[in-house]
């Protein structure tokens, strides 16, 4: 399987939003073109594990929502994170009370999926990028060496493995995961 990379000089932001989506989808950064890698097995099996774990704890509670490979435009660029959450709160909803189709704010949670073919160095700065935005937690999840960098405002990365504890937003405190516990998902 051949990935195309495209990047194009000079192409404004809003350009790049009027083209057509695609699978995988591009993102925006910096003024170029990038596409995302096609997920594969341990890539697709972690983020629908973890958007359907999240959401049962938090959607019911009017807490948080998650959603895979959701376009977020924000400070000037148009990322696709493997998961994004949002706060309740913050979810922007039309007059009749649907979720918007376009969201132009930053996740409050940013989780992404080290790909074999990923730059590791290209994601941690699109999640420090959005830390730097607002968001208030990134994980940059590892299968190969099965560990999870953590980013929060203000403090250096941290790298979380075994039985350690992952952070979550505080509204969903009560629910724990180890590091351990999110790679057995990947057991079938």
């Not at 959607?59 to 959603?67: E, G, I, N, P």
């Not at 724990?176 to 057991?187: A, G, I, K, P, R």
């Amino acid at each position: 399987m051949v990935i195309v990379k495209q990047n194009i000089e000079n192409l404004t932001l809003e350009d790049f939003l009027n083209l057509p989506e695609s699978q995988p989808a591009f993102e925006y950064i910096n003024g170029k073109i990038e596409q995302k890698p096609m997920p594969q097995g341990e890539h697709s099996t972690l983020q629908g594990e973890l958007v359907s774990a999240i959401n049962y704890r938090g959607k019911s509670k009017k807490l948080v929502y998650a959603l895979p490979e959701l376009r977020c435009t924000f400070g000037g660029r148009s990322i696709v994170p493997d998961v994004a959450v949002f706060r309740w709160e913050r979810i922007p909803k039309t007059s009749q009370g649907r979720i918007v189709n376009k969201l132009e704010i930053y996740p409050d949670w940013i989780i992404e999926i080290l790909s074999p073919e990923q730059s590791a160095n290209r994601v941690m700065k699109k999640i420090l990028f959005s830390v730097r935005q607002g968001t208030q937690l990134g994980w940059l999840i590892d299968p190969e060496d099965e560990s999870v960098m953590i980013f929060q405002p203000d403090q250096f990365p941290e790298i979380k493995s075994e039985d350690e504890l992952l952070p979550v937003l505080k509204v969903l405190e009560d629910w724990q995961l180890s590091v351990n516990d999110l790679f057995q998902w990947l057991t079938l």
